[in-house]
């Protein structure tokens, strides 16, 4: 009998290696390597077959894409509409933060709408999704149910009950017989998304697949998971509100960095028509080391909270610590207040967060971090009603960002008066706009 070859292949980057080692050679991460048997061809008289034919790309009927709306505003706005037929959509997020939950609101809308759907579980027995059903008030009675891992008998199910859209929960419990190992090894995870990848294009179907993370915060599998599906969302919060943030951060049907804010109530998850208002609703105006910036999310603008404060410290070394901030970009801030405005921190704990566990990716919220440290060390509040724009270069000079219109427009949506941006910017509005061309003028135009 001939002996059936395995190889070792990186949990992390996909790489394949001949025999085990603690460390991969490809992406550096120890611990990594996973054994997998590999496949023997099958024979076959003809090997490489007829296949598909080459089609002209003119001779191809140039349609509108057509979309499947979920019914949920926020879902549908992260993924750029709703869902696409054919599409395969994988999202992400912790344990325990609500992605099962989601995905049956929207399995339940899409029934309400007339679209057959097939809800697969591979972790929860049908009582606990009825549990659930029931818990969150949706009209989910008409949704199939299949408590399944095996992935063929899945797409048998699938295709016999025309189902157009097939919810997966999750992929890590998902395997076939024809490979050997665990589900939730490598080459499970990836042959079972390879099997649901081509069963969505060939019938037309989509396919949404919810995937673990690892404590990294990525999701957990080969890379060529997320290089092989249409979509990507990450579900995340803060660990302390009930805020929950949907972001697109792959899309082949629409933009990317695209976010659907919900929050997490007792009867499942609540689209959030308005996040500006949410993330500033508890804020305080008169209190200092407190400034509001405006993200852009996609091609969304979003107000939040930036606070700030400064003390003195107890020990020899003075603490940073940042909340949605990104550690290093802290240092560079304090060192330009520093160097280029006089505002000394050098013996001052210095503490950041950003509210509603927004992250701070984008560098057009310099400008308000720095007046949130300013506001501290002066321990005078900024006005209520100033939102701050601008990016913070190594000089100290104020640069000009994208979408200023945008950011305005939300910001006199929300009744702010007052704007503090680069003294390029001129954008026509109706706001009261104040020109920093140097963060050594920006406390000077304040008190002003």
Request: proline share 5%.
């Amino acid at each position: 009998m001939p002996r059936n070859r395995s190889v070792y292949r990186c949990a992390e980057c996909g790489a394949e290696h001949p025999r085990w080692a603690g460390r991969c050679d490809s992406c550096g991460e120890w611990n990594t390597l996973v054994e997998e048997p590999v496949r023997r061809a099958r024979k076959s008289g003809d090997r490489l077959g007829a296949g598909a034919e080459p089609v002209l790309l003119s001779r191809i009927a140039s349609e509108r894409l057509h979309r499947w709306p979920t019914g949920l505003a926020e879902f549908d706005f992260a993924v750029g509409g709703g869902l696409v037929p054919g599409s395969l959509v994988l999202v992400g997020g912790e344990p325990g933060i609500g992605k099962s939950t989601l995905l049956l609101q929207c399995a339940a809308r899409l029934v309400a709408g007339g679209v057959p759907v097939l809800y697969v579980s591979g972790e929860e027995s049908p009582e606990q999704v009825r549990l659930r059903a029931d818990r969150i008030g949706e009209e989910a009675g008409a949704v199939y149910l299949l408590p399944e891992v095996r992935v063929d008998a899945i797409l048998s199910r699938a295709a016999s009950l025309h189902s157009r859209v097939v919810f997966v929960d999750s992929i890590q419990t998902m395997y076939t017989d024809d490979l050997e190992g665990a589900p939730g090894n490598v080459g499970q995870v990836r042959e079972c998304a390879a099997r649901l990848m081509r069963f969505a294009k060939e019938s037309g179907a989509a396919v949404v697949l919810v995937g673990h993370v690892t404590r990294g915060g990525i999701i957990a599998g080969p890379k060529t998971l997320e290089h092989i599906v249409d979509t990507v969302l990450y579900f995340e919060d803060d660990g302390g509100s009930d805020f929950r943030i949907l972001r697109a951060v792959k899309n082949r049907f629409g933009s990317v960095d695209e976010v659907g804010v919900f929050e997490m109530t007792g009867a499942g998850l609540r689209p959030v028509e308005n996040p500006s208002a949410a993330f500033l609703s508890g804020r305080q105006t008169n209190t200092p080391g407190s400034a509001v910036a405006a993200l852009m999310e996609g091609s969304r603008p979003v107000l939040v909270e930036i606070q700030a404060l400064a003390s003195k410290t107890g020990f020899g070394t003075p603490q940073r610590v940042a909340t949605g901030l990104e550690h290093r970009r802290l240092a560079v801030l304090l060192a330009v207040l520093e160097r280029r405005a006089g505002l000394v921190f050098r013996d001052l704990d210095v503490f950041v967060n950003v509210t509603g566990g927004v992250r701070l990716i984008e560098t057009a919220s310099d400008l308000a971090v720095v007046a949130a440290l300013s506001s501290t060390l002066h321990d005078i509040a900024l006005p209520a009603d100033a939102m701050f724009v601008g990016e913070v270069g190594l000089g100290g000079e104020v640069r000009p960002v994208g979408g200023v219109e945008r950011r305005i427009a939300e910001a006199e949506r929300l009744g702010f008066r007052q704007v503090f941006l680069p003294g390029r910017s001129r954008p026509s509005t109706a706001l009261d706009l104040v020109s920093i061309n140097h963060v050594s003028e920006l406390w000077k135009r304040i008190a002003a």
